[in-house]
C-alpha cells in the first residue's frame, strides 16, 4: 500500500498531485469563467441604476403577472408530472406488460425533441387550424397564446424528470418488501404510503426540483406558444426576452429573479444530495 501510495503507474507521488492539481484547477477556472462570471454580471448589470430602479423595474405590473404567470404554471405542471412520474415510474418497474420499452421511449422523448419544436407540435394540434382547433374554438375552448398551452408545454418539457429519477431506483429496490405486504393484508394505498414511498421520498424530492426548476426557466416551447401577451402570456424568461430590446438594465433587473431561483433550487438540490446522497446515486 505505501508503495502504491507513493507511485501510481510507476509516476512519483508529486507528479500525481501535481496533476490532479492541475486538472482541479482547470476545471473551477472553466466553471468560473462560464457559470460564476455571467452570474455576477447578472447581478451587477441589475443594481447597476441603484438599488431604488431595481425595485421599481421588478414592481412593474408587467413583471408582477410573469412572475405569478411563471409560478402558476410551475404549480399546475410540477404535480402533475409528480403523479405521471410515480405512476409511470410503478408500472415499469412492477409490471411486465406489452409496450413497456415503447413508453420509456416516450418518457425520454422530450430529452430529444427540442423545445421549440415541441411547442410547434402543440400549435398543430391545439391550434386555430390544428387537428383539434375547430372544434375547441367552437366551443370556446383556447388552448394555445392562453394558460392551457403554457401548462401543456410546460408539461411537456419537463416530463422526465420525476420517472428518470425514480424508474432506476426502484428497479434497484425491487417489489419484495410491497409483495411482503401485500400477503400480510395491506391495502394499495397503504403499500404506497407505508411501504414505497417512505424509500423513494428523496429521489422522488430531488426529481420534483429538478422538474420545477425546468417549469420555470422554460422558454422555447413556450415561446411558441405564448403568443407574447405581456401581462397576460408572458412567463419569466419571455419577459425577460422582451425587456431586453426596450430597456437593458431592467430586463437584468428581472433576469436576477429567474437567477436568484436558480440558486435557491442548487442550493435545495445540494442540501438533498448532501443529507441522502447514499440513496440518490445507489443507482447511477
Not at 509516476?11 to 476545471?27: D, H
Not at 422526465?160 to 394499495?188: D, H, N
Request: with cysteine; charged share 10%.
Amino acid at each position: 500500500m505505501a508503495v502504491v501510495a507513493a507511485s501510481l503507474g510507476g509516476r512519483p507521488a508529486w507528479t500525481v498531485r501535481a496533476a490532479r492539481g492541475a486538472l482541479v484547477g482547470a476545471a473551477l477556472i472553466v466553471m468560473a469563467w462560464l457559470l460564476v462570471l455571467p452570474l455576477l454580471a447578472i447581478i451587477a448589470e441589475a443594481f447597476r441604476q441603484g438599488v431604488a430602479f431595481y425595485i421599481d423595474a421588478i414592481r412593474q405590473p408587467d413583471t408582477l403577472a410573469a412572475v405569478r404567470l411563471t409560478l402558476t404554471i410551475a404549480a399546475i405542471a410540477v404535480p402533475l408530472n409528480l403523479v405521471f412520474g410515480l405512476a409511470a415510474a410503478w408500472s415499469m418497474t412492477h409490471f411486465d406488460f406489452r409496450g413497456k420499452a415503447l413508453l420509456g421511449a416516450l418518457i425520454d422523448l422530450p430529452f430529444s425533441v427540442s423545445p421549440v419544436v415541441a411547442g410547434m407540435m402543440l400549435v398543430l394540434v391545439y391550434g386555430r387550424y390544428g387537428w383539434f382547433g375547430p372544434w375547441l374554438e367552437a366551443h370556446g375552448v383556447q388552448v394555445i397564446f392562453a394558460m392551457p398551452g403554457l401548462v401543456l408545454a410546460t408539461v411537456f418539457v419537463t416530463l422526465p424528470f420525476v420517472a428518470r429519477e425514480l424508474i432506476p431506483l426502484m428497479q434497484a429496490q425491487g417489489s419484495e418488501q410491497e409483495e411482503a405486504a401485500l400477503t400480510l393484508g395491506a391495502g394499495g394505498w397503504q403499500i404506497f404510503f407505508r411501504v414505497t414511498l417512505p424509500r423513494i421520498r428523496w429521489a422522488l424530492l430531488y426529481g420534483v426540483l429538478l422538474c420545477n426548476a425546468r417549469a420555470m426557466g422554460e422558454f422555447g416551447a413556450v415561446y411558441v406558444v405564448s403568443g407574447h401577451l405581456r401581462g397576460l402570456t408572458n412567463t419569466l424568461p419571455l419577459q425577460v426576452d422582451q425587456l431586453y430590446e426596450e430597456n437593458f438594465s431592467a430586463a437584468f433587473a428581472v433576469a436576477s429573479l429567474l437567477a436568484l431561483l436558480s440558486v435557491l433550487t442548487l442550493g435545495i438540490k445540494r442540501l438533498v444530495e448532501w443529507r441522502h446522497g447514499s440513496v440518490l446515486h445507489a443507482v447511477r
